[in-house]
């Protein structure tokens, strides 16, 4: 690969970080296209640090606020997406205390309303177990997730 065949792909890469945030994931990823030499593609990733448009901390932010409001994850489900992203925990764990508390039982009240009226006419029990199964999966705390759902229940005689 020679130099200017590196810049284009640069400059392509840094076009798209600038449209949207990445994680050096993310590129490791997209690199397949490319098909960059390892120490190029390590240049690229540090030049691309260096010059602000890979920022894990930003990215984590974002990733966060994007999976909560638009998504409507729980705070598990969102941190071991980042996890799996490679995304250092120290980053992971200062944007999911950043979450408005209020935001998320508001987000987590509508799931469990949602989901309480599709099962609205089966037995008690398999509404509650369905309802915590679909809450869990989508990566509510199990034990805020129960909560949520007998409070919902008796409120609305469910």
């Given at each position: 690969?020679?130099?200017?065949?590196?810049?284009?792909?640069?400059?392509?890469?840094?076009?798209?970080?600038?449209?949207?945030?990445?994680?050096?994931?993310?590129?490791?990823?997209?690199?397949?296209?490319?098909?960059?030499?390892?120490?190029?593609?390590?240049?690229?990733?540090?030049?691309?640090?260096?010059?602000?448009?890979?920022?894990?901390?930003?990215?984590?932010?974002?990733f966060v606020n994007d999976k909560l409001r638009f998504n409507h994850w729980g705070k598990?489900?969102?941190?071991?997406?980042?996890?799996?992203?490679?995304?250092?925990?120290?980053?992971?764990?200062?944007?999911?205390?950043?979450?408005?508390?209020?935001?998320?039982?508001?987000?987590?009240?509508?799931?469990?309303?949602?989901?309480?009226?599709?099962?609205?006419?089966?037995?008690?029990?398999?509404?509650?177990?369905?309802?915590?199964?679909?809450?869990?999966?989508?990566?509510?705390?199990?034990?805020?997730?129960?909560?949520?759902?007998?409070?919902?229940?008796?409120?609305?005689?469910?």
């Amino acid at each position: 690969m020679d130099d200017e065949q590196y810049q284009q792909i640069l400059n392509s890469v840094k076009s798209l970080c600038a449209k949207s945030e990445k994680c050096a994931g993310d590129i490791y990823k997209k690199n397949k296209k490319w098909q960059l030499p390892g120490n190029k593609l390590e240049e690229m990733i540090e030049t691309l640090k260096e010059e602000g448009f890979i920022d894990h901390k930003r990215y984590t932010h974002a990733f966060v606020n994007d999976k909560l409001r638009f998504n409507h994850w729980g705070k598990n489900k969102i941190k071991y997406s980042l996890i799996n992203k490679q995304i250092d925990e120290q980053f992971i764990d200062e944007a999911l205390e950043a979450i408005d508390e209020q935001l998320y039982s508001q987000i987590l009240k509508k799931e469990t309303d949602k989901k309480l009226k599709s099962l609205r006419d089966q037995d008690k029990y398999d509404i509650k177990n369905k309802t915590a199964q679909y809450l869990v999966q989508k990566g509510f705390e199990y034990g805020k997730v129960f909560e949520f759902i007998e409070k919902r229940m008796r409120n609305n005689d469910y």
